[in-house]
């Protein structure tokens, strides 16, 4: 049986049924993005790791070294972020082709170190191998978090609001532009949502934030997409959700590009995934003070984008129109033959 | 400039350069197979990657999924065993094909948490990708230490003896049978040293020993060759080394296939790799009870083989003539050029 009839989540419920039941000391283990593990001193210690394979994740003519280098380090904070963990360590697992410059890495290794110390994080190793094909750069980072500061995936309930940070489907209308360099779009424009794609940031101060303020009741960064990344929200909490189409944030960059490509910006904003925003969920009577204790801190605006409701009525989609359809978990699955 | 012409180990020295200096809690940094963290209650974080990359590292027929699982935690359980640190905690980075099948990543699955299970480790995350070509497979292992049992590569003195476990070479001759199945060799020699190229036993309980009874003085384990990896213990310790060729323990099998395809035995031991077994030094009155030690509580053997020398003497090899030769760092380097 291929692993395209199953898919990637498929895959890793396979592999969580498989797995012997862990230990006492681990608190979160397969299947979420992140290992959270009881450390000494009454401390959490989180492990992650988030690759990119030339050819799958990137192509080399479309990101210099030196955003890739920033990107993958991002990506894993990103992961730390949406537990409202603090990033620490960082290993780097290189595989270079046999044409690979000691140009091309010294910019690489320039963009991750730069990335990594904005969030205060030392690369303190790796391993370095040589590839086939392109290049791949696996990143494992290492962060901490206080017990009583962690924020998981499997706390919603029916009844909290749903809300995401920033703007949903710059980094696909990024992608578009850089896939499809004839299209128009104005130079403003393409500029943000290109870096949205090539340089995210991860919401790393409004994460650590949003899980002190104790107001929030689950959180996951959106790295595959919020319809995919609701669904595991909705799988790890037991519940049910609705999105109302019309209060997604979208720029207005991602809907000139969806325009010019003849998308519609809706389906860049569910599905296109790569945003690196935080999605979490809250009881309605505090999700407006965090928002407000979020912007007023960090600048970055939290907004309201659906309400959690009971398992039994799953996950659904109100239209600009009033009409409510189904919310297909669709989005980025490595393995999924697409419908 | 192509990474070749600075080789692996030139480009993890130019990664090193370009590092800022680290904080004060990373004990042990780039440069290293094991990064040690300052941890918790005393203690200290360990952490090391390790990768399997088809076509690289293996090949998709010579091994089977099974065997592979156990053998990428193995060498990474190895990492660990050479500070004498315990293993503790693993992610798997995979990245699968489009043709990868369900019953190949079971088998993968299954071996992998074998061998985990065997070491005490828990399998507690990681990320599941696609690969444009064929399999890779990158571990992420966590260990701890207690900072009087870690034992690094940094210790050995001049007149410190030089002694490995086991037999080396092996790991060479299983590979050499793999490659060539045309190669006629005795059953019993043939399925041992294939056995210890597909699934090398990491020295986990040896390494804790040898750490625990601080009777040595540098550790490190036998990835690359013997060669190679005194060098590493040589640009820590600032020393140089003789290698006495007739003391190395080369296995009846190793000779016997070394014999039938025309190669000197002491080439597979020198510079084979993947041995995946302990090279340390202690000082000469206290190697032979450390040996009795290892022997009586494990059953592996250690086996003196040379002798840390002042660093200007540099590395020699001394040849069962008496000839002394200079020792290259001959071994696996991903990139250099082979002369």
Same mark, same amino acid.
Not at 214 to 217: G, M, P
Not at 271 to 276: A, L, P, S, T
């Given at each position: 049986m291929l692993i395209s009839e199953i898919g990637e989540f498929g895959l890793i419920g396979r592999i969580k049924e498989g797995t012997s039941l862990p230990r006492n000391d681990v608190v979160v283990g397969i299947g979420d993005d992140v290992a959270v593990l009881r450390a000494a001193g009454g401390k959490y210690l989180l492990a992650t790791c988030d690759i990119q394979v030339e050819g799958v994740h990137f192509l080399k003519d479309k990101i210099t070294p030196h955003q890739l280098g920033r990107k993958v380090v991002a990506i894993n904070v990103s992961d730390i972020a949406s537990m409202g963990g603090r990033p620490r360590y960082l290993l780097v697992s290189l595989n270079l082709s046999a044409d690979a410059t000691v140009e091309y890495t010294d910019a690489l290794y320039q963009g991750l170190w730069e990335e990594a110390g904005r969030f205060g994080v030392d690369v303190v190793g790796g391993n370095i191998s040589r590839s086939p094909t392109g290049l791949i750069i696996d990143v494992f980072l290492l962060g901490e978090a206080e017990p009583q500061g962690l924020l998981l995936r499997s706390g919603a309930s029916p009844g909290d609001l749903i809300l995401v940070t920033g703007e949903l489907g710059n980094s696909a209308a990024g992608l578009t532009l850089l896939l499809n360099p004839d299209i128009s779009c104005p130079e403003e424009h393409a500029g943000a949502v290109k870096a949205a794609h090539l340089t995210p940031t991860p919401r790393l101060k409004e994460g650590q934030l949003i899980a002190r303020s104790?107001? =929030?009741?689950a959180m996951i960064d959106l790295s595959d997409g919020l319809a995919s990344d609701i669904t595991r929200i909705c799988e790890a909490s037991r519940v049910g959700a609705t999105i109302w189409a019309q209060h997604i944030p979208i720029s207005l960059a991602t809907r000139a590009v969806a325009q010019s490509v003849g998308k519609d910006p809706l389906d860049l904003a569910l %599905? /296109? /995934?790569? &945003?690196?925003e935080l999605l979490l969920t809250a009881p309605p009577e505090k999700a407006n003070e965090l928002a407000a204790a979020v912007l007023a801190a960090t600048g970055t605006p939290l907004t309201v984008v659906g309400e959690i409701a009971p398992s039994q009525e799953g996950k659904t989609l109100v239209l600009k129109t009033g009409e409510r359809v189904p919310l297909e =978990?669709? /989005?980025? &699955?490595? %393995?999924r033959q697409k419908g």
């Open positions: 104790k107001s =929030a009741s %599905f /296109g /995934g790569e &945003d690196y =978990a669709r /989005g980025w &699955d490595h %393995f």
